[in-house]
Each structure stands twice: as structure tokens, then as C-alpha cells.
């Protein structure tokens, strides 16, 4: 295994901490806006890519965002494209990008948000949509995930291999439900806490109302949202909880997180 992957299994560990743990944040932590934007097309609106890398306002590090779909053969997660207006919005291969399709959304396929921290830990604890408005007629319930598996999701040679799965299959290939969120764009300034249950990540999907992955009885095929902005923290768990590694050598007895054997 390389550095590379070495790296990335440490990054990828979840931790669990009580939701009163979590600091509050006085200003979003990554803003996905021109202003904020390192790479990709920045300075166009409404140009789709591959990536794009976001910088901080409050000195977090970069994240890197690209999206996920299950367009294709058996419903398979495949890359989707992202471009920048009024937030993060996805398309996805089946899709002509027109409104209200250029959201990230589920009518038809599922997208996602793909939320990349690279080598770093991160503790979501809020994130905030920028379309549609709340008049708009548009449903926008959102399902959050959080990797917390050993492996490489982004890796082709992996198991967990994103690309080599459909979303019925994430929760027993290294992902965790986060949460479930309705009606995201009628909440004061379109935002809401997340990750009651503490999970820290490498790697999050922020997705339009995902029934695979949520036992909740909503509806589907009306949820269009653009990602706008996430607040969290990067680092090692607050004071008291126990390092990831203790928490994988305890989770093995618990049965919290699923250790596979490389």
C-alpha cells in the first residue's frame, strides 16, 4: 500500500462525539463562492467541470468538489459534473443542465455533492443552500453522508471503490448516514446543523433526499438544491473524546464501524 493510501485510510476514520460537543461557528467555514475559488472555472458562471477547489475564509484548508450520480448501467455512482452559481450544482450525464436540473437533485437520478478534505479530518456541522429560494415551489430535502470505512473511495483498485457501487450499497461499504434534512431552503437563511452524531471525515456527499441510504418515508423526484456553503472544524476530536484509533480498536468489540481485512 502506498503513502498515499496509508494517508488516506487515517483521513477516512469517522469518530462519534455528542452533538453538544460541536463549536459554533460565527461564520461558514467553506464558502463556495468566485471570491473563494482556487481552481476550476472560477470566474464563469455556470461552466461545468470535473473539480473545483475552494479555499477557506477562516484559514480551514482547501476542499475539492466534484459530483457523484447513479446515472448508468444498474443505477452505478458515476462522476457527474459541477459548476458554480449561487453554489455547487451538479449534472449528470442523463441531464441537459437546464433549471431546475442544474441543482443537485433526485428526480430522475440521484446526485450528490462530493466533499473532498484531502488528508484532513473534518466535523461538519452546518451547511446552506443558495437555490431555489423559499418561494420558489422547489422541495429541497438533503441526505448527508460520511465516510467512515479503511479504504479509498476514490481509488479504483479499492473494494469500496465509489465507481464499482450503487447507492443501496454505501452503508456497507464504509459510509455512515449523517442525517436527513427537509425543506432546507424554508429555513431561516436557507441553512441547517448537521451531523447531529459527530462524525468526522475525509469524505462527505452532501445528496438530494436519498431513500437508499434513509429509512424516512419522504418523497422523491421533487428535491433540487446548490450547495452554497459547510461549517465544521478540522482537526482531532474535541478534548476528552478519544483519538480515531482508539475509537476503531473499541468499534471492533461495539460493532460501530465494520473493519475489514485488507
Not at 192 to 218: D, E, Q
Request: aromatic letters at 8%; charged letters at 10%.
Amino acid at each position: 500500500m502506498t503513502r498515499k493510501h496509508v494517508i488516506r485510510r487515517l483521513a477516512g476514520v469517522a469518530t462519534l462525539t455528542l452533538a453538544a460537543s460541536l463549536p459554533a461557528h460565527a461564520a461558514f467555514d467553506w464558502v463556495f463562492s468566485t471570491a473563494n475559488c482556487v481552481s476550476g472555472a472560477c470566474s464563469s458562471t455556470g461552466v461545468y467541470g470535473d473539480t473545483m477547489v475552494f479555499s477557506s475564509p477562516t484559514g480551514q484548508g482547501n476542499v475539492t468538489v466534484s459530483g457523484i450520480s447513479n446515472t448508468g448501467r444498474a443505477g452505478r455512482l458515476r462522476s457527474s459534473a459541477v459548476a458554480l452559481w449561487s453554489g455547487i450544482g451538479v449534472k449528470n450525464a442523463a441531464e441537459s443542465g437546464s433549471v431546475p436540473n442544474h441543482a443537485a437533485d433526485n428526480s430522475g437520478y440521484i446526485d450528490a455533492v462530493l466533499i473532498d478534505f484531502g488528508t484532513s479530518l473534518v466535523t461538519l456541522d452546518s451547511l446552506q443552500i443558495g437555490w431555489p429560494g423559499s418561494s420558489s415551489g422547489y422541495d429541497s430535502d438533503i441526505s448527508l453522508l460520511a465516510y467512515t470505512g479503511s479504504g479509498d473511495p476514490l481509488n479504483a483498485g479499492d473494494s469500496d471503490y465509489l465507481g464499482n457501487l450503487d447507492y443501496s450499497q454505501l452503508l456497507s461499504q464504509g459510509w455512515a448516514h449523517a442525517g436527513d434534512y427537509s425543506n432546507v431552503a424554508q429555513q431561516p437563511g436557507k441553512t441547517v446543523s448537521v451531523n447531529g452524531g459527530g462524525y468526522s471525515s475525509s469524505l462527505w456527499l452532501v445528496s438530494a433526499f436519498n431513500p437508499f441510504v434513509s429509512s424516512k418515508n419522504w418523497s422523491t423526484g421533487n428535491d433540487f438544491f446548490k450547495l452554497s456553503a459547510l461549517g465544521g472544524r478540522v482537526g482531532a476530536p474535541p478534548s476528552g473524546i478519544p483519538e480515531p484509533g482508539t475509537l476503531a480498536l473499541l468499534a471492533a468489540g461495539l460493532g460501530v464501524m465494520r473493519l475489514r481485512r485488507r
